[in-house]
Protein backbone atom coordinates (compact mmCIF):
# COMPACT_ATOMS: atom_id res chain seq x y z
CA UNK A 1 0.00 0.00 0.00
CA UNK A 2 1.61 3.38 -1.06
CA UNK A 3 1.61 6.12 1.48
CA UNK A 4 1.06 9.34 1.76
CA UNK A 5 2.51 11.13 -0.84
CA UNK A 6 3.52 15.28 -1.04
CA UNK A 7 4.59 16.85 -3.37
CA UNK A 8 7.24 19.21 -3.79
CA UNK A 9 9.56 17.89 -1.72
CA UNK A 10 11.34 21.16 -1.28
CA UNK A 11 10.30 24.90 -2.57
CA UNK A 12 12.16 27.79 -2.34
CA UNK A 13 9.99 31.10 -3.22
CA UNK A 14 10.47 34.70 -2.79
CA UNK A 15 8.17 36.29 -0.24
CA UNK A 16 4.80 37.89 -2.16
CA UNK A 17 4.82 34.81 -4.18
CA UNK A 18 2.24 32.34 -3.84
CA UNK A 19 3.02 28.20 -3.74
CA UNK A 20 0.63 25.16 -3.92
CA UNK A 21 1.52 22.03 -1.56
CA UNK A 22 0.08 18.80 -2.35
CA UNK A 23 -0.96 15.85 -0.59
CA UNK A 24 -2.16 12.49 -1.80
CA UNK A 25 -3.57 10.53 1.07
CA UNK A 26 -3.54 6.88 1.25
CA UNK A 27 -5.99 5.23 -0.38
CA UNK A 28 -9.48 5.08 1.21
CA UNK A 29 -8.30 7.68 3.76
CA UNK A 30 -11.37 10.03 4.57
CA UNK A 31 -9.34 12.03 7.06
CA UNK A 32 -6.31 14.31 6.08
CA UNK A 33 -4.78 16.58 8.23
CA UNK A 34 -1.83 19.28 7.68
CA UNK A 35 0.46 20.10 9.94
CA UNK A 36 3.73 22.86 10.09
CA UNK A 37 6.80 22.28 11.45
CA UNK A 38 8.42 25.73 11.86
CA UNK A 39 12.08 25.68 13.23
CA UNK A 40 13.15 25.63 16.40
CA UNK A 41 9.02 24.68 17.25
CA UNK A 42 7.11 22.23 17.68
CA UNK A 43 4.61 20.81 15.32
CA UNK A 44 1.31 22.43 14.76
CA UNK A 45 -1.77 20.94 13.77
CA UNK A 46 -3.20 23.21 10.47
CA UNK A 47 -6.49 21.99 9.72
CA UNK A 48 -8.53 18.61 9.48
CA UNK A 49 -10.64 17.57 6.34
CA UNK A 50 -13.11 14.75 6.52
CA UNK A 51 -14.04 13.89 2.87
CA UNK A 52 -14.04 16.87 1.35
CA UNK A 53 -15.46 18.64 3.97
CA UNK A 54 -12.97 21.00 6.35
CA UNK A 55 -13.70 19.56 9.93
CA UNK A 56 -11.62 21.60 12.01
CA UNK A 57 -9.44 24.79 10.19
CA UNK A 58 -8.88 26.38 14.00
CA UNK A 59 -4.72 25.97 13.09
CA UNK A 60 -5.04 27.95 10.32
CA UNK A 61 -2.61 30.53 10.34
CA UNK A 62 -4.54 33.59 8.63
CA UNK A 63 -6.34 33.85 5.33
CA UNK A 64 -3.24 33.73 3.26
CA UNK A 65 -3.31 30.06 3.84
CA UNK A 66 -6.00 28.26 1.67
CA UNK A 67 -6.79 24.30 1.83
CA UNK A 68 -8.86 22.50 -0.43
CA UNK A 69 -9.45 18.92 -1.17
CA UNK A 70 -12.09 19.03 -3.98
CA UNK A 71 -13.52 15.25 -4.50
CA UNK A 72 -12.22 13.96 -1.11
CA UNK A 73 -9.02 12.70 -2.66
CA UNK A 74 -6.00 15.04 -3.06
CA UNK A 75 -5.58 18.24 -1.20
CA UNK A 76 -3.68 21.36 -1.69
CA UNK A 77 -2.13 24.10 0.69
CA UNK A 78 -2.22 27.32 -1.33
CA UNK A 79 -0.21 30.17 0.72
CA UNK A 80 -0.80 33.77 -1.30
CA UNK A 81 1.29 36.11 -0.44
CA UNK A 82 4.32 34.05 1.52
CA UNK A 83 5.70 35.85 3.77
CA UNK A 84 9.26 34.97 5.64
CA UNK A 85 7.29 33.67 8.38
CA UNK A 86 5.45 31.12 6.40
CA UNK A 87 8.99 28.93 6.48
CA UNK A 88 8.44 25.25 7.54
CA UNK A 89 8.25 22.06 7.04
CA UNK A 90 4.64 21.12 6.31
CA UNK A 91 3.17 17.48 6.68
CA UNK A 92 -0.15 16.28 5.69
CA UNK A 93 -1.44 12.94 7.35
CA UNK A 94 -4.00 10.68 6.61
CA UNK A 95 -6.01 8.36 8.46
CA UNK A 96 -8.96 6.47 7.68
CA UNK A 97 -11.15 7.27 10.55
CA UNK A 98 -10.54 9.82 13.43
CA UNK A 99 -9.80 7.18 15.54
CA UNK A 100 -7.25 5.50 13.81
CA UNK A 101 -3.49 5.96 13.52
CA UNK A 102 -2.56 9.12 11.61
CA UNK A 103 0.23 8.19 8.95
CA UNK A 104 2.79 11.63 7.50
CA UNK A 105 3.74 12.07 4.31
CA UNK A 106 7.56 13.20 3.80
CA UNK A 107 6.78 16.75 4.26
CA UNK A 108 7.18 19.67 1.70
CA UNK A 109 10.13 22.51 2.81
CA UNK A 110 9.27 25.64 2.15
CA UNK A 111 11.81 28.46 2.09
CA UNK A 112 10.48 31.92 1.96
CA UNK A 113 13.58 34.54 1.19
CA UNK B 1 3.06 27.54 28.77
CA UNK B 2 3.55 24.93 26.30
CA UNK B 3 0.56 22.40 26.12
CA UNK B 4 3.05 19.78 25.93
CA UNK B 5 6.55 20.11 26.92
CA UNK B 6 9.79 17.79 26.83
CA UNK B 7 13.31 17.98 27.38
CA UNK B 8 15.10 18.93 24.15
CA UNK B 9 18.26 16.79 25.12
CA UNK B 10 20.06 15.82 23.69
CA UNK B 11 20.50 12.26 25.28
CA UNK B 12 23.84 10.91 24.46
CA UNK B 13 23.86 7.06 25.04
CA UNK B 14 26.37 4.38 24.62
CA UNK B 15 24.56 1.34 22.96
CA UNK B 16 22.71 -1.47 25.42
CA UNK B 17 21.54 1.60 28.23
CA UNK B 18 18.51 2.22 29.60
CA UNK B 19 17.30 5.53 28.78
CA UNK B 20 13.95 7.50 29.68
CA UNK B 21 12.64 10.46 28.17
CA UNK B 22 9.61 12.74 30.21
CA UNK B 23 6.95 14.60 29.13
CA UNK B 24 4.43 17.14 30.52
CA UNK B 25 0.85 18.51 29.33
CA UNK B 26 -0.91 21.28 30.46
CA UNK B 27 -4.41 20.32 29.31
CA UNK B 28 -6.04 18.06 32.33
CA UNK B 29 -9.00 17.73 29.63
CA UNK B 30 -6.50 15.74 27.67
CA UNK B 31 -7.83 12.22 26.52
CA UNK B 32 -5.32 10.22 24.30
CA UNK B 33 -1.48 10.00 24.66
CA UNK B 34 1.45 8.62 22.01
CA UNK B 35 5.64 8.59 21.73
CA UNK B 36 6.23 9.03 18.08
CA UNK B 37 9.25 9.46 16.37
CA UNK B 38 10.59 11.01 14.26
CA UNK B 39 14.25 10.14 12.06
CA UNK B 40 16.63 13.28 11.06
CA UNK B 41 14.58 15.23 7.82
CA UNK B 42 11.63 12.44 7.61
CA UNK B 43 8.04 12.74 9.21
CA UNK B 44 6.95 11.47 12.11
CA UNK B 45 6.16 7.66 12.51
CA UNK B 46 3.75 6.44 15.64
CA UNK B 47 5.95 4.62 18.15
CA UNK B 48 3.30 3.65 20.56
CA UNK B 49 0.06 4.61 22.15
CA UNK B 50 0.43 5.50 26.16
CA UNK B 51 -2.12 3.80 28.70
CA UNK B 52 -3.02 4.60 31.92
CA UNK B 53 -2.08 1.20 32.60
CA UNK B 54 0.99 1.48 31.46
CA UNK B 55 2.15 -0.50 28.20
CA UNK B 56 5.26 -2.36 26.89
CA UNK B 57 6.20 -3.11 23.75
CA UNK B 58 9.24 -5.09 23.26
CA UNK B 59 12.21 -2.67 24.81
CA UNK B 60 10.06 -0.08 24.75
CA UNK B 61 7.50 0.82 27.83
CA UNK B 62 5.34 3.94 28.61
CA UNK B 63 3.74 5.45 31.20
CA UNK B 64 1.05 7.97 32.21
CA UNK B 65 0.66 9.38 35.28
CA UNK B 66 -2.77 11.44 34.91
CA UNK B 67 -3.09 13.05 38.28
CA UNK B 68 0.65 14.59 37.80
CA UNK B 69 -0.35 15.01 33.54
CA UNK B 70 3.30 13.31 33.28
CA UNK B 71 4.11 10.86 30.46
CA UNK B 72 7.23 8.78 29.86
CA UNK B 73 8.84 6.43 27.64
CA UNK B 74 11.49 4.05 28.68
CA UNK B 75 13.94 2.82 26.66
CA UNK B 76 15.78 -0.22 27.66
CA UNK B 77 19.08 -2.42 25.63
CA UNK B 78 19.46 1.05 23.51
CA UNK B 79 20.30 0.36 19.80
CA UNK B 80 22.11 2.61 17.11
CA UNK B 81 18.95 2.33 15.37
CA UNK B 82 17.11 4.11 18.09
CA UNK B 83 19.12 7.30 17.45
CA UNK B 84 16.07 9.90 16.80
CA UNK B 85 13.82 12.18 18.13
CA UNK B 86 11.08 11.44 20.53
CA UNK B 87 7.93 12.98 20.06
CA UNK B 88 5.00 13.22 23.03
CA UNK B 89 2.00 13.92 21.69
CA UNK B 90 -1.51 14.46 23.11
CA UNK B 91 -4.95 14.56 22.07
CA UNK B 92 -8.28 16.13 23.63
CA UNK B 93 -10.26 13.70 22.27
CA UNK B 94 -11.07 10.60 23.67
CA UNK B 95 -11.31 7.17 22.08
CA UNK B 96 -10.15 9.15 19.11
CA UNK B 97 -6.45 10.36 17.88
CA UNK B 98 -8.23 13.68 16.22
CA UNK B 99 -5.96 16.60 16.04
CA UNK B 100 -2.34 15.95 17.41
CA UNK B 101 -1.06 18.31 19.98
CA UNK B 102 3.04 17.68 19.54
CA UNK B 103 6.19 18.76 22.09
CA UNK B 104 9.10 19.57 20.64
CA UNK B 105 10.68 16.37 21.05
CA UNK B 106 13.92 14.93 23.00
CA UNK B 107 17.29 13.99 20.70
CA UNK B 108 18.76 10.27 21.48
CA UNK B 109 21.82 9.72 19.82
CA UNK B 110 22.96 6.55 20.99
CA UNK B 111 26.83 5.53 20.30
CA UNK B 112 28.70 2.45 19.77
Known amino acids: EAGVTQFPSHSVIEKGQTVTLRCDPI?????LYWYRRVMGKEIKFLLH????????ESGMPNNRFLAERTGGTYSTLKVQPAELEDSGVYFC???????????FGPGTRLTVL | RKEVEQDPGPFNVPEGATVAFNCTYS??????FFWYRQDCRKEPKLLMS???SGNEDGRFTAQLNRASQYISLLIRDSKLSDSATYLCVVTMYGGSQGNLIFGKGTKLSVKP
Open chain 1, 27 to 31: SGHDN
Open chain 1, 93 to 103: ASSRTNADTQY
Open chain 1, 49 to 56: FVKESKQD
Open chain 2, 50 to 52: VYS
Open chain 2, 27 to 32: NSASQS
